[in-house]
C-alpha cells in the first residue's frame, strides 16, 4: 500500500486518515522545528490542515496528547497521539523511522519518531499502548505504517546492539547491521497488531540519494524530512 509520487511517499488506501513523507526535495534545515515551516510544507502537499503538532524530538520514548486543535511545540517527547480531526502530527527524519498507527473505528492516529534510542525505549509499543489506556483502541482495528528511514543494508553497528535488539541485527562477513524496520514491526505485532495490517515502506534513506535525507550518508549537512499523520 506505499506509494511513491513526485516529491513524496505516502501510504495509500487509509479510510478517512493520511500518512506520508515529504521527500528531500521539501526537506527542511535541522534547526527548523517550529509548526510555521511544516504548515507551510503540508500546504505543499495539496493538504490545509487546522493545526500542525510538532515534537521536540529528544531521541527517547516518551509519548503526549495532543487533545487542542492548536499549533503546537510538544517539549521532551517523540511521539503524539489525537482524536482531533485535522490536526497533523508531524515527525523531523534523516534515517530515524516515522511510525504510524490508525484506529479508523475509533477515528484515533499516533505518530512516533523511532530511532534505535526510541525502539530500545519500546516507542512503537508504547505508541499502541498509550492510544488503548487513553482512547481504549482495541489491537485489532489498528493499521501500522513504517515510512523512509535507514535501511539494514546501509545501518551498520557495534556489537553492543546484540544483546538490545536480538535478531534485528544481522552479522554479514563479521559486521554487524541494524533492521530497524524488523525491530519496530517486532514491538507493533506483540501489541496484538496483525502483520497484514503493518505496512512497511521500502525505501532506505541512506541508499535514495535523490529522495530522502539521511544523516549516517550526509553528516551535519543532512536536511530533515517531515512525516505528517492526521485524521480527515
Not at 501489541?191 to 512497511?200: H, L
Request: glycine letters at 12%; a negative charge.
Amino acid at each position: 500500500m506505499w506509494e511513491r509520487n513526485a516529491g513524496f511517499f505516502r501510504l495509500a488506501g487509509l479510510p478517512d486518515a493520511v500518512f506520508l513523507t515529504l521527500g528531500r526535495a521539501a526537506a527542511i534545515g535541522a534547526q527548523e522545528t517550529g509548526p510555521e515551516v511544516a504548515k507551510e510544507r503540508i500546504r505543499s502537499a495539496g493538504l490545509d490542515p487546522v493545526a500542525v503538532a510538532v515534537m521536540e524530538q529528544v531521541h527517547g520514548g516518551a509519548i503526549q496528547i495532543c487533545d487542542k486543535p492548536d499549533d503546537t511545540v510538544f517539549e521532551k517527547c517523540d511521539a503524539l497521539v489525537t482524536g482531533q480531526r485535522g490536526v497533523a502530527l508531524v515527525v523531523r527524519s534523516a534515517d530515524c523511522l516515522p511510525v504510524s498507527v490508525f484506529d479508523p473505528v475509533l477515528g484515533v492516529i499516533g505518530l512516533a519518531h523511532a530511532g534505535w534510542r526510541g525502539l530500545r525505549e519500546r516507542i512503537a509499543a508504547g505508541l499502541v499502548e498509550t492510544m488503548h489506556r487513553e482512547y481504549g483502541v482495541r489491537p485489532s482495528d489498528l493499521l501500522a505504517g513504517i515510512g523512509p528511514g535507514i535501511g539494514s543494508c546501509c545501518y551498520e553497528v557495534g556489537p553492543e546492539m546484540e544483546p538490545v535488539f536480538g535478531s534485528s541485527v544481522r552479522i554479514v562477513e563479521g559486521r554487524r547491521f541494524l533492521d530497524l524496520k524488523a525491530s519496530a514491526v517486532g514491538q507493533l505485532a506483540g501489541t496484538g497488531i496483525s502483520a497484514e495490517r503493518i505496512f512497511v515502506s521500502p525505501w532506505c534513506t541512506f541508499c535514495d540519494r535523490e529522495g530522502c535525507c539521511s544523516y549516517r550518508r550526509d553528516g551535519e549537512s543532512a536536511g530533515r524530512m517531515l512525516t505528517y499523520a492526521m485524521l480527515l
